[in-house]
């Protein structure tokens, strides 16, 4: 179906040549950064093993850029990052390559073909994306097989859009689909090299944005425009911003415990704190970094709440996670804010799979998968914690993000935690 | 299922009080700009007509954050602009209030109901939307009733996610569902004053991110620092970045016809041209900017090109963007460019929902909804040409964001389309 642009270059305004175009020239002087064919071909012979393993015969990998998934599965098999689509598809057989479909046509998947660290990149025929599935299953001889497709988020979970299902069950009639919600993070469970480098330049990008957050906040300017510094901090060195929830209430009549998600149009005044929780990532893996802001020095009240509750309390946590303890270590460890006469959100910790994802430590429960119990060399989790006053008014967001090594752990986001930030105006 | 504040406000580190929070004073303080309840009225009016005359008892209104739809009908009828989720869902009763369902438990749902415009704002009880939209449907005793369900991408097209689709169908036996591919276009083909105001808006940021990038290129740096600017512009006015496509290449060894939709990290050089495609919103309404911008002066041949072909056909097309006018009558002044000895990319003006939508107005058809063939008062286009030498290998992209008038049209972009723009290096 495809058009080769040495053919069709003189007659690009006729929209069946422009359409699924290929092997043009365009965009051959962009420069992407991208992980090595090594690191996606370890990443391919994993997810074939497991394959292998479970019987399968091939995965249809979903992803999308939304709160629950950068890019997923799709992301992490091709480099793709982009937001066409409810939800973008690839195909990886059982032995074979993996194949893209993207969805638009033309100038832009001869882009998308330049980003991406995989050679099969197809278009979706205006929207078919179940009958090119269904090609390629039926080219490598699957169409009977087990078929796995991935979650592309996490709430629910989801897995694909209900069109793209329902074609391909009409499609492949004698096909068995199965949703497999976790095999992400089998997947990307343990990182290798190439990725804890990508999180670790993801955690130079986090710190960056609290540096220009904490640079932009005076009396006057809105929520939405310490927004903007923090994400012109991370677009400006090449990442791409996951989270950036800010949110700024008053220190003596606090509206706020945690960090906005939609920041708002509201003024910051001289007194203010401000709640920050940002996520940047490269090549799609991702860092966590919160620290509170106060605009002025910081009340009494305020400063000794930081430094007996929140540092104490992220302290006790951070000393539980070590290679070879459990997560119901790093549980315990969060009785501190209880025992410090303080509250906090539930939320404490939780791993990372390309973002946020299982495990979940909270103060009261775990919420993990088999695998999931023990503290391992090349996990990743972010500390994230809430302490609240007694009362539920007054509460500071901090977190940062950790890499486990055989002798302890990396901070990824290697910013003082000591001291609350000022924002001198 | 949901947990009163004031009870719960003391144990908040207790998963099961805080996941479904309400009554809170969190986010009390922040400040959103939100269309009138006399616009959210219209709105409803205008579906409930539509449902009345087409049998509909209810309506799931979906949405999520992709590049073929900035959330759609979910934040059409609550204002809600979020990442959660890879689809959102709305219940929109023919008699009743609508219910919007949001996905992130705690603060997060809080701070939803501070930005939305709506009052029933409901947990997914950790992910349930089918058994959530259910439950809001039996309370309207619509269990047996004709359910609509909008689209949610527009490639496929596409509506939600399988994993809801196969719930409510289990949860809700005797109900018919109906996909509504073209309904937020009815809905939203004629636009209010509210919604123009807003898309002016929009087009002011994109002139301000137009500006922001041009004062940046120079020589060495990057694309995704130019796309760093330009939405730093935007969201440090309150708006929303919906495209960034930004690329660079040598005027004299042309790589490009068109905007990269992923700016890499190309270095700038002296001799460049920059070709850009800014989409702004604020309040989820659109508009897009596009303009050829130099580094250092432009060659002859692009100076030329510019004047004679790009200028010209851009001017020969906007002439016939007038009330009365057929979509066809824009449609043959397309033939400018190859009058001119030139060619250019298929598409030439689409139409404007929320976003980009149908019609779409290509050299060599058009693609219109019956109603659409006819330009009228409240229409919004963006006529968005890219014209390319007769060799395939080198082109520009101008746009513009229009609303028709009575008299005419309004520019919703006031910025100089006369000349190429040259960056001061």
Known sequence: MANDWNEVRYDLDKSPNFIEICNSPWYSDADYEKFSLAEFQRRHKHAQQIMDRDGLDALILTGGLNIYSFGGAVTWATGLIDQRGLCQYVVLPKEGEPMLIYPHAGCHIEAARQMVGIRDVRGDQGGEYAKVISDYLKDHGVEEGRIGITAIDRIGPEYMGVKAYQDLVELLPKASLEFLPNLLHELTAIKSEEEIDAMTKAGELVIQALEALVAAARPGIHEYQLEAAGTHAILNSGGNVHLMMIGTTSMKDPRGVYPNPFPSQRVLQEGDIILNEMVATYKGYSAKIGHPITVGPPTEEVKTFFKEVVLGGFQALESQLMPGKTLEDVRKAASFFRRQGAQSLPIIMHGLDLITAMPFIYVDRVVALPGDENILPGKAYAIEISPVDSEGLLAMFMARTYVMTEEGKRNLTPFPMEEILVASG | MTNDWNEVRHNLDNSTNFSSIYNSPYYTDAAYDKFTEGEYQRRYTHARRIMERDGLGALILTGGPNILCHADAVTWATGLIDARGMCQYAVFPKEGEPTLIYPHSGSHIEAARRMVSIRDV?????????????????????????????????????????????????????????????????????????????????????????????????????????????????????????????????????????????????????????????????????????????????????????????????????????????????????????EKGAQSRPIMVHGIELLTSLPFINTDRIRALPGDEIIQPGNTYSIEITPINPEGTFGMFLARTYVITQEGYRDLISYPLDELVVADI
């Open chain 2, 122 to 338: 409901r947990s997914s009880e950790g992910g349930q939307y089918g058994k959530v939209i259910a439950v809001r449907l039996k309370e309207l005793g619509l269990e047996e009733g004709r359910i609509g369900i909008t689209q949610a991408d527009r490639h496929g097209p596409e509506f939600m996610g399988i994993k809801v689709y196969q719930d409510l169908e289990k949860l809700l036996p005797k109900a018919r569902f109906e996909f509504l591919p073209h309904l937020l276009h009815e809905l939203t083909a004629i636009k209010s004053e509210e919604e123009i105001e807003a898309m002016a808006k929009a087009g002011a940021l994109c002139v301000l991110a137009l500006e922001a990038l041009i004062s940046v290129a120079k020589p060495g740096i990057r694309e995704y620092q130019l796309a760093a600017a330009g939405s730093h512009a935007i969201l440090n006015g309150g708006g929303r970045v919906h495209l960034m496509m930004i690329g660079s290449t040598s005027m004299n060894d042309p790589k490009m016809v068109f905007p990269n939709p992923f700016p890499s990290s190309r270095a700038l050089q002296e001799g460049d041209i920059i070709l850009n495609e800014i989409v702004a919103h604020f309040k989820g309404c659109y508009a897009k900017i596009g303009h050829p911008v130099t580094v250092g002066p432009p060659t002859d041949e692009v100076a030329t090109f510019y004047k004679e072909v790009v200028l010209g056909g851009y001017r020969a097309l906007e002439a016939q963007l007038l009330p009365g006018n057929t979509l066809e009558d824009v449609r043959k002044a397309g033939s400018y460019f190859r």
